[in-house]
């Protein structure tokens, strides 16, 4: 019997010093072989290929090798994040696909269908009730995979906001609104009581919250509607009781010190070749001088995550919102863009893309599946959910 391509395929764990050469090869082949135009903005920003998983507690990448002459030709990441739905679920563990690549010589040959199918058995092992990915929507090859092979069902579609920082920018706050800084323990107050109305919200808001690369959480509102529980020395409930008529919450995340070049990292030649493609293709779309970016001088970025409000006058404090991380990026060193992620059904979507008519967008995707295969009317539920709360660690 001729053995298939698949069976000429080991699936291990991911070695850094063995294999994190390969890899940045591997990146940047499937980025310069794409059919699509642009670029992922995430895929070549990062020099550690573990960064987008290490900050869950369980995570993995695995990476496919040739038997016969081991030679690496694919890998995925995964990780597990617990969430909850606005059904009652307290602890919905996800199983999360991440970054999945073959290298283009070696597709159409199950390889990519195999690194899945592993990388679901280790997330359902280690208890996910769904197994859940995305992929942007003009990656035509990764969705006929998901769906047709691997049985994926539309979760929602997303849309990727990102707007370039101008330094010559001249955005003044409105004199009307105040934006103030929570402390973290007002911050996992207000959104465990707020954020259990999104269809789909992580539980774990308080470790995200306290993770270094959390640069805080603010609030937005007018200042006439005074919000006393700010203030008050009292229990942090407070803020609840006495919420303004209008008012928003958001958060940032600071990607620029993770992004920031590690001397240790065996690849550094690589990676030097694999950042300057990437900036070819994604500076001029973006409108950034390609000068002002080098190793030395890392792309970073501020994600803004945790973004909900409420009231009549909600989109005027979102622009108050983006304007503020605009300026907030403008002091850290390395800060070239802004992004965020929301639901196309989120309510808020229309508030924050009018924010500011500068901002390029990606469509994306996430696709979902129940570990255990069944489908039941709360499976139908989920996917129907679109008001989603995107974890900033997937960044």
Known sequence: MVESARDRVLIREFDYGKDIEVVGKIEKKCEIGSNTKGTSIFTNMMGDPLFRIRFFPLHLMLVAELRENGELVGFIRGCIKHVGTKFGNKDLKLGCILGLRVSPTHRRLGIGLKLVRAME???????????????????????????AKCEYRNLSSLLILV?????????DPSQDIK?????ISQAITLYDNKLKGKDLYPTDIDAILKEKLSLGTWVSYFKQDEWIGLHSKEKDGDI???????????????????????????????????VNHA???MFPCLKIPMCDYSLERPLGFLFLYGIHGEGERLGELMESAWSFALRLGKDIQNCKMIITELGVSDPLMEHVSHASSSKSRIDDLWYFKKANGSINDEDHELGMMGNVVVDPRDF
């Not at 934006?179 to 402390?183: A, H, Y």
Request: aromatic content about 12%.
């Open 279 to 281: 900036r070819e293709k």
């Open 121 to 147: 058995e280790w997330l359902i092992n280690n208890g996910a009730h769904y197994t859940f990915l995305a992929t942007e929507k003009n990656n035509v090859a990764s969705r006929n995979l998901f769906t």
């Open 163 to 171: 707007q370039p920082i101008s330094f010559s920018m001249e955005d």
């Open 179 to 183: 934006v103030e800084k929570l402390n």
């Open 240 to 274: 609840i009781s006495t919420i303004p008529p209008s008012w928003a919450v958001f958060s940032i995340w600071n990607s620029c010190e993770a992004n920031i070049k590690k001397p240790h990292y065996p690849c550094f030649k690589l990676l030097h070749e694999i």
